[in-house]
């Protein structure tokens, strides 16, 4: 359920890491003046976990909110696709939305889910394949902020892309604008993608959405830490961090920090690091939208904005696009 980036309805942003590969990330996060960490380390098993129960909860309401968009404009959607294309989808995770719009394909060549764990990705595939037996599915375990290839022997046809869960929003602006570019070249010229694109609102219901009463996003974010305890051989000591989000208006996004709760040392990889008490791991940011504000964003990549639908309260918008 990323961020990349703070995670959004989203799904992992990056290939499962190497020791070596997440302990420089690591190392470099927290050698700087303001001490941070990539968002996609959040997606180990436990973290996927996590975030699934996350979309689940009543403050959440992007989940909900889409699923429902996607409901009700699922057939226009849906028939802004090519018959026969092959669908890609940008960080899968699990099958809820794209079964949504499968309803309504029952032409299409191909679906490639493209997702960070191969594991949970090929899981979902072998669960999808088994309710629509006659649709070629082929998983890609790949990072999709990066150019990667589609899978060989696809029917040759065109190509369309599927980018749900307001994952856009993990992404500083400057990034996003290069991610949706970038897929624009892997899906082709004349591909059309369809993003999910969460809305500027109101403080409260965006800090609840990251600050559930249950705990379950603070679990999600401290998960972080017994993920570098278990895999670099951190230190990290139970309630030394707890979990903060708060909206930056100015930037217009939700921010998440894990906030040390004392002066203390603590070592990664052999490495000790020191946190003054009160001191904040920058762990996500999630940009928050204004309709018009996104399809700008989208034209400057090479996308021409198209239909747009909202769930009845604006929280959330669902938007078409087309390559240039």
């Not at 190497?18 to 941070?36: C, E, H, I, N, Y």
């Not at 082929?138 to 040759?156: H, I, M, N, Q």
């Not at 993990?170 to 694109?197: C, D, H, K, T, W």
Request: aromatic letters at 10%; proline letters at 6%.
């Amino acid at each position: 359920m990323t961020i990349k980036p703070v995670f959004a309805d989203a799904t992992p942003i990056g290939p499962l890491p190497d020791d070596q590969t997440f302990l420089d990330d690591v190392v470099s996060g927290f050698s700087a003046f303001r001490k941070s960490l990539p968002a996609k380390y959040f997606y180990d098993a436990a973290g996927s976990d996590l975030f699934e129960a996350i979309t689940r909860l009543p403050e959440y309401y992007p989940t909900r909110t889409e699923l429902g968009i996607l409901d009700a404009a699922g057939p226009e959607i849906a028939a802004l696709l090519p018959r026969a294309a092959t669908l890609v989808e940008f960080g899968s995770g699990s099958t809820v939305k794209v079964r949504r719009l499968l309803r309504h394909l029952p032409d299409l060549g191909a679906y490639v889910p493209v997702d960070v764990s191969e594991s949970f990705l090929r899981s979902e595939a072998d669960v999808l394949r088994a309710d629509h037996p006659s649709l070629r599915i082929e998983p890609v375990a790949a990072d999709f902020t990066r150019p990667f290839a589609l899978p060989d022997g696809l029917s040759g046809g065109d190509v369309a892309g599927f980018f749900p869960g307001s994952t856009i929003g993990n992404f500083e602006p400057a990034e996003a604008r290069r991610l949706l570019a970038q897929f624009g070249e892997i899906l082709g010229s004349g591909a059309r993608l369809i993003v999910g694109v969460d809305l500027v609102k109101d403080r409260a219901v965006l800090e609840a959405a990251y600050d559930d009463a249950a705990g379950v996003t603070a679990a999600f974010n401290l998960n972080l830490l017994t993920r570098i305890n278990r895999e670099l051989g951190g230190d990290f000591a139970a309630g030394g961090f707890v979990h903060r989000a708060l909206f930056n208006e100015a930037e217009s996004r939700i921010e998440m920090h894990l906030v040390s709760t004392r002066a203390q040392t603590v070592r990664v990889g052999g490495l000790p690091f020191r946190f003054a008490d009160g001191e904040t791991i920058h762990t996500e940011n999630s940009y928050k939208y204004t309709v018009p504000g996104f399809r700008a964003l989208a034209a400057s990549a090479g996308w021409a904005p198209g239909a747009v639908w909202t769930d009845p309260q604006a929280l959330f918008s669902v938007h078409a696009l087309e390559r240039v």
